[in-house]
């Protein structure tokens, strides 16, 4: 199901100016969402998966490609990194031309990347950013290198909307054990929300589908609010993705003006449904991509 797309808040530090935004709102555009992400050839991740989830929730998607894979659904085989100067001109390029409502950032990949990446959206200001810190595939292949994760938090953290990491990913951002109950992982929203600072209204939304159970819990949490959002936990192979299309998806909702906690349960009640439906798409022979437009086909 897709949400109506409102109006984004004008701005003018992307390459419009205030009035231009303003005419825009009035007008009733419809939104700009950009990912800056790598390349799953499958389609199931990165940056084509977040396309299809921004498309799906009436947001127009704009992608930079930060990182190639060689991929299908059965794990990587190799990745190939873009140069980071070539990264940042991608980004100066159409934040130039476009106006940018939200930005998600998903498989950045390595430090200079990082570096890059972090460099331009200062310059360029974007005002909603959700950082997915991807990390490891499905397959267990490693997509941040090592010495990239204090890149991550140092260059990256400032400039966060919202911080969507899962479990495993949550525990190499604090240098600890994964959370395994949901007790511990109210207490990593709390540590990784402080990481965050203290300026704006900023988000953590970790990821609670590692844990055992029935049901697939999640915490959003902003330094005052912890707000746990529930799904019946869907039984499907088809999972490739998943983090990906959640992220974007929120980034979409974001771009179109739509609160933060609203915007979170739309796109985990999206995701929950496009996980229930991916079972209808015969891809590849391993972890299947989740149905992207279950809503329309």
Partial sequence: MAFPPVSADPRGANGASKDGADKNARKGTIANALSIAGIDPSGGAGVLAD???MSAMGAYACGVIA????????????ILPVAPAFVGEQ??????????????????????????????????????????PVMIAKGGHALLERDAV????????????????????????L???????????????????????????????????????????????????????????????????????????????????????IAAK?????????LRHADRLDVGSGHGPVHHFHGWW
């Fill in 51 to 53: 396309v299809k989830a």
């Fill in 67 to 78: 990182a190639l894979t060689a991929q299908s659904t059965q794990g990587v085989s190799g």
């Fill in 91 to 132: 980004i100066d390029t159409l934040f130039a031309d476009v106006r940018i409502d939200a930005v998600k950032i998903g498989m950045v990949g390595q430090r200079p990347v990082i570096e890059m990446v972090a460099e331009r959206l200062q310059h360029w200001a974007p005002s909603r950013v959700v950082l997915d």
């Fill in 150 to 173: 204090g890149a991550l938090r140092e260059g990256l953290f400032p400039l966060v909307t919202v911080l969507t990491p899962n479990l495993p990913e949550a525990a190499a951002l």
């Fill in 175 to 261: 240098d600890q054990a994964a959370p395994d109950n949901l007790r511990e992982m109210r207490r990593a929203a709390e540590r990784l929300r402080e990481k965050l600072g203290h300026s704006g209204q900023r988000w953590v939304l970790l990821k609670g589908g590692h844990l055992h159970g029935d049901m697939a819990i999640d915490l959003l949490h902003d330094g005052d609010q912890m707000i746990e959002m529930s799904a019946p936990r869907v039984e499907t192979r088809n999972t490739h993705g998943t983090g990906c299309t959640l992220s974007a998806a929120l980034a979409a909702l974001l771009a179109q003006g739509i609160d933060t906690p």
């Fill in 266 to 274: 739309r796109a985990k009640a999206y995701l929950t449904e496009a």
